[in-house]
């Protein structure tokens, strides 16, 4: 079974700077996506990003990036220019491509993220 | 845009009573799932469906039912609710395949009494 391990439970980040928020993974599959989820506070959980696992060249979506570093099984989100509106509970998520696994997801615990004006 | 409701958004309910948490999506997606999400705990698979009729346990299925009699509506049960249900049910639906991402709902926070 697929396991997601988000080992911040808690960052801050000031204004306009940089952050950068850790998962890693273990799955022996070779192919899978993987994915950032946001849930703001009281509000509905988004997709921030997703990576398919057979494309080396790292997702971006403004100004979320993602390193995926696959023989290292991370996959860490990196926030740009961070903004008042970024704060909210983060969730990486894995999900395998298989069908015997239907389309089910494997969530970390999830970091929140502050942004201090 | 998707769309993927809940019947409540916030509930209270007293020991013992049978308590139905009402989720509806409008992407004729194939897969539904509830979640239930904890401080510290993070998302919990309950139950998932990958059809109608069809329904699959996730990792903390003791204490809760489901079902899926539509594609669009699925419906968590819990037959008599306790005090340790007391958390925030999320659904989610999303496509059986393919690199679609999950779409989730407003959640619901229940509270047992």
């Known amino acids: 079974a697929q396991t997601v391990t988000q080992s911040q439970p808690e960052m801050s980040v000031q204004e306009a700077e940089t952050v950068t928020l850790s998962c890693t993974y273990d799955?022996?599959?070779?192919?899978?996506?993987l994915f950032w989820y946001k849930q703001p506070p009281s509000r509905q959980m988004i997709l921030v990003i997703r990576q398919e696992a057979y494309k080396q060249q790292n997702a971006t979506e403004n100004r979320f990036s993602v390193n995926f570093q696959k023989a290292a099984k991370s996959f860490s989100l990196k926030i740009s220019d961070s903004q008042l509106g970024d704060a909210a509970m983060y969730f990486c998520a894995y999900r395998s491509p298989y069908n015997t696994n239907a389309g089910k997801s494997t969530f970390g615990d999830g970091t929140t993220l502050t942004v201090k004006p | 845009d998707v769309k993927v409701t809940q019947s409540s958004r916030y509930l209270v309910k007293r020991t013992g009573e049978k308590v139905f948490l009402e989720c509806v999506q409008d992407m004729d997606h194939e897969n539904m799932f509830w979640y239930r999400q904890d401080p510290g705990l993070g998302l919990r698979l309950i139950y998932f469906?990958?059809?109608?009729?069809?329904?699959e346990k996730g990792d903390i299925p003791e204490g809760y039912s489901v079902s899926r009699e539509k594609k669009e509506r699925f419906s968590l049960i819990l037959e008599s609710a306790s005090t340790n249900q007391t958390s925030m049910y999320l659904c989610a639906s999303g496509r059986l395949l393919g690199t679609d991402e999950q779409f989730f709902g407003p959640g619901t926070r229940l509270t047992v009494l």
């Open positions: 469906s990958y059809d109608v009729k069809m329904k």
């Open positions: 799955t022996s599959e070779s192919d899978y996506y």
